[in-house]
């Protein structure tokens, strides 16, 4: 069992920044794929970003890539999101969600994931 708990989300002007942590617990999280997932008020989640346990590979949707980095900390047992150039339609409550995985992935699709947080909010003013 895996505990993700996401925090760094908040209010921000349309082009600054946000780093959002999600701090995982339970189990070894080295052998974990990664991902954050958005959703917007009255839309589905989406896929956001993806990054496999051994930091090598990652994946982002169209829309936020150039823009937001995924990366981990194995050490530290926590994934990370920075955010950059944020626009309005990034406004969204963003969650983490972790996989156990013994081949270097990383997962695109929700229904591949095992466990989620609790979500942070973001919200773009523009």
């Known amino acids: 069992q895996v505990q993700l708990v996401e925090s760094g989300g908040g209010l921000v002007q349309a082009g600054g920044s946000l780093r959002l942590s999600c701090v995982a617990s339970?189990?070894?999280?080295?052998?974990?794929?990664m991902g954050w997932f958005r959703q917007a008020p009255g839309k589905e989640r989406e896929f956001v970003a993806a990054i496999a346990w051994n930091l090598d590979s990652t994946g982002y949707a169209d829309s936020v890539k150039g823009r937001f980095t995924i990366s981990r900390d194995n050490a530290k047992n926590t994934v990370y999101l920075q955010m950059n150039s944020l626009k309005s339609e990034d406004t969204a409550v963003y969650y983490c969600a972790a996989r156990e995985t013994s081949g270097n992935y990383y997962y695109t699709r929700e229904r591949y994931y095992n466990y989620w947080g609790q979500g942070t909010q973001v919200t773009v003013s523009s």
């Open positions: 339970g189990r070894t999280f080295s052998s974990y794929a």
